[in-house]
């Protein structure tokens, strides 16, 4: 076996399993203080060590909301919802990114998703669907 393959393997089966979930929580402390640049490099970190963990991706978009960065947003949030379709947390991201840029329709949509999926938060999706709906029908209605 090629030598750098096995080094490689050795270095994957050698990161411990807990790491990316410990980098998540660190990122979720980080979040819950208000430090969102420290918290998106945490999150960043989680990613690096497990590229596909739909948490990891979904919580990096949230703190990119949270930075009004909903360009960057909603790109971690659509690749949440690739690894994961059934990442409600990851839809109503996407929705509330696309509502603060007034693309009211794909938020609309992604919402729509999320309602699908059980989450318990089908009563707020519900109130923003029905603004949403309010709005678009005032756009429409000079």
């Known amino acids: ?10 270095a994957w089966l050698l990161v411990p399993a807990g790491s990316a979930a410990d980098a998540i929580a660190e990122g979720d402390r980080l ?6 640049e420290e918290a998106i490099a945490a999150y960043r970190k989680a990613i690096s060590e ?8 979904t919580r ?7 930075r009004q960065r909903y360009s960057d947003s909603i790109g971690y949030f659509q ?14 991201g996407l929705g509330i990114s696309y509502l603060h840029m007034g693309r009211y329709d794909l938020s609309r949509a992604a919402l729509q998703e999320a309602r ?21 029908a005032g756009d429409r209605h000079p």
């Open 79 to 92: 690749e949440a919802i690739s690894r994961d379709a059934g990442n409600h947390g990851a839809f109503i």
């Open 31 to 36: 979040s819950a203080a208000g430090e969102w």
């Open 50 to 57: 497990k590229p596909d963990s739909s948490v990891a991706l």
């Open 116 to 136: 699908k999926l059980p989450s318990g938060k089908q009563e707020d999706i519900d109130r923003m669907l029905a603004w949403i709906d309010r709005k678009m």
């Open 1 to 10: 076996m090629n030598r750098y393959i096995l080094a490689f393997i050795l």
């Open 60 to 66: 990096l978009g949230g703190a990119m909301l949270a």
